[in-house]
């Protein structure tokens, strides 16, 4: 899904991603480690107990079980289309063989098609209205601003043992609805859930669960990457430049930038001898030129306590630095990764460390060039190797109830490399068939009472131009600018709210600006039927001067989500044809000059457009004659099949 964006895996300042984070909730988390090592004890001591209170719970389940075990693999972004080309050629065995002894779907995605609303609503069996993720960004409505969607970090004061009070954060996730797999748990139904989009932070569940999507790194941020050059350090999108001052015959010494923008771990390079070498606050380490380094531990120290990252370095000439973004170290974690809280310690000391930043592939470096093609897939498919481990891991200890793991490499390298086609060799072709082999590796471990879903969440297609539907309102009068203001760079800066009736926000949403709701409405509530439906139709007539469509679909938020949040979404999603997409800067209240402008950055392919567009896979290993199944489907269905039945607020059917 996703690079937020985002979150701003997409092509945001690095600003918009930083918020008071990991690195302002670190001092809180001792109390949190001991509660855990405490519950953990208790259940040792009671291990024999519970386990009759679960078999107990088992046995009251309502439905005969039609499994032992559910494995769901979700391969992000995995389009049918491509799958469907590939076996036109004879590729993908495993997936053509699963597909042959159960059964094959185009899966339909949400409105809209991006991660964070597919795989809220692959949780939770409900549309957007009910579990209240729209897109990436939510509109702050009152101060109209840009917000993570999923996660909502704020202060507060308490008072300690020895009464003194002190300020901790609180980090709140904003997915309303529980997942299906809590409702398993209810019935002793064990889970182990990893790397699935829209769990952090971790909630407590009734097995093991490692969080993905929108876990931050150590700055707070949803994902930012250094790098250390000489000369004076230059603003970025999507990454920190820091200085390297010589210090020496080829030796140089700088620091990168830690949980607080003061706060740096002390590095010296040295690449005056064959094999250059990095010293750091926790060690040194060699590094190959134009090469990945291992994961490196760094240290820093946060009002006198050390906090520990892990990061990735690549040399090359000048020389110019590169580091990963700071990943929470899984052994020893400033913040919980998972369920229980010492599950990613488990992991790291299983595997060894591992990327733990919900948004882990740096498409922002790629873009940046401070990365190069080969390095970035050296990057994918590290991570698709850490994540394999664990899944296997996950399928060996745990033989009966449910095991879901997410692989976003697909996602990924689409977005990166869908303009570059999908000739022998391409990056793409060489993911697919890598997904295809991990299927295979994974029906190998299938047992006979076991059944097997694949599928992703949603499709892809290219992206080539860039939409600024902030421009279109303003050129057709939704919009106003100050005097004297012609653009704006984010954040509405500039925007004349006393007279703008509609303002867009996000990969797929125009709101209006309604008195009584936004902080400067004007528009009268009973006005917002006839004006959405005036705009929604005058951009039916949005085209390119060759007269290509650029709207397929402009849908009205009241006639898409049903639901206690369907107030909270957009009030128009205008569905894009292949090809066209939000424009980078409009994503986050931005203005610019045309309606209309060339998608010039690398990440190239995209699914934020008309959902039908983009529909994902659904690999059953059984038969089933469900024609077009939608991803609220899976939640009830996996409910069914280990003999649970869904609760009657989910919107999708059991398969």
Request: net charge positive; aromatic share 8%; proline share 7%.
């Amino acid at each position: 899904m996703k690079a937020l964006l985002v979150l701003f895996f997409f092509a945001l300042p690095a600003a918009a991603y930083i918020g008071p984070g990991a690195g302002f909730g670190i001092l809180t988390s001792f109390l949190v480690f001991v509660n855990a090592l405490a519950v953990s004890l208790l259940s040792f001591l009671f291990w024999p107990v519970l386990t009759l209170v679960r078999r107990s719970r088992m046995n009251r389940r309502p439905l005969k079980p039609a499994a032992k075990r559910l494995v769901i693999l979700g391969l992000d972004g995995l389009s049918p289309v491509l799958v469907e080309k590939m076996w036109e050629k004879g590729e993908l065995p495993n997936m053509k063989r699963l597909s042959e002894q159960g059964t094959f779907r185009h899966l339909g995605t949400t409105t809209p098609g991006v991660s964070p609303v597919a795989w809220s609503s692959f949780q939770t069996g409900v549309n957007p209205g009910k579990h209240g993720i729209f897109d990436f960004l939510a509109p702050d409505r009152k101060r109209y601003l840009a917000v993570l969607s999923s996660v909502r970090t704020s202060s507060e004061t308490v008072k300690g043992i020895t009464g003194r009070r002190k300020t901790r954060t609180v980090q709140t996730l904003l997915r309303k609805s529980a997942p299906f797999w809590s409702y398993l748990g209810r019935y002793g139904v064990r889970s182990t859930i990893l790397r699935v989009p829209i769990t952090y932070p971790p909630e407590p569940l009734d097995g093991h669960l490692l969080s993905g999507m929108c876990v931050p790194d150590l700055r707070g941020s949803q994902g930012s990457y250094t790098v250390l050059k000489t000369g004076e350090p230059e603003p970025m999108t999507g990454g920190v430049q820091a200085r390297l001052t010589p210090d020496g015959d080829h030796r140089f010494a700088g620091g990168i930038p830690g949980p607080d923008g003061s706060l740096h771990c002390r590095v010296r390079l040295d690449v005056g001898g064959k094999t250059p070498r990095l010293s750091h606050s926790g060690g040194s380490v060699n590094l190959d030129w134009n090469a990945l380094s291992p994961w490196v531990t760094l240290e820093f120290s946060l009002s006198g306590k050390k906090v520990r990252g892990i990061a990735r370095f690549r040399l090359t000439e000048g020389p110019t630095l590169y580091c990963t973004a700071l990943h929470v170290d899984p052994s020893k974690p400033a913040l919980p990764l998972g369920h229980p809280v010492h599950y990613s310690r488990y992991l790291a000391g299983m595997q060894g460390p591992f990327a733990t930043l919900g948004l882990v592939e740096d498409t922002w470096a790629l873009s940046n060039g401070h990365i190069d093609d080969g390095t970035f897939m050296e990057q994918c498919a590290g991570i698709f190797s850490e994540r394999e481990k664990m899944f296997s891991d996950a399928l060996s200890k745990n033989p009966t109830g449910l095991v879901v793991c997410v692989f976003d490499t697909p996602d990924r390298v689409q977005h990166m490399f869908w303009g570059s086609g999908f000739k022998e060799g391409s990056p793409i072709r060489t993911t697919y068939a890598d997904m295809d082999a991990l299927v295979g590796r994974v029906m190998e471990k299938m047992k006979k009472t076991d059944l097997l879903m694949v599928l992703s969440d949603h499709g892809f297609t290219s992206f080539h131009t860039c939409v600024d539907f902030n421009r279109w309102l303003l050129e057709n009068g939704y919009m106003v600018l100050k005097e004297g203001v012609k653009t704006v760079g984010t954040s509405y800066m500039g925007v004349d709210w006393e007279k703008t009736r509609a303002y867009a926000l996000g990969l797929a949403g125009i709101n209006i600006n309604v008195r009584g709701r936004e902080g400067m409405g004007i528009v009268e509530p009973g006005e917002v039927p006839a004006l959405t439906a005036e705009i929604a139709g005058k951009l039916a007539h949005l085209a390119t001067p060759e007269g290509d469509r650029v709207i397929r679909r402009a849908r009205l938020g009241t006639e898409e989500y049903k639901g206690p949040y369907a107030k909270d979404g957009p009030d128009i999603i205008p569905g894009t044809s292949r090809g066209f997409r939000a424009g980078w800067n409009c994503v986050t209240g931005g203005v610019g000059e045309k309606v209309l402008y060339p998608n010039e950055q690398h990440w190239n392919g995209d699914h934020s457009c008309d959902p039908d567009l983009v529909k994902g896979v659904l690999f059953t290993s059984w038969k089933h004659d469900t024609p077009e199944p939608s991803i609220i489907d899976i939640a009830p269905t996996a409910l069914g099949i280990l003999g649970v039945a869904p609760p009657p607020h989910m919107d999708g059917s059991p398969l």
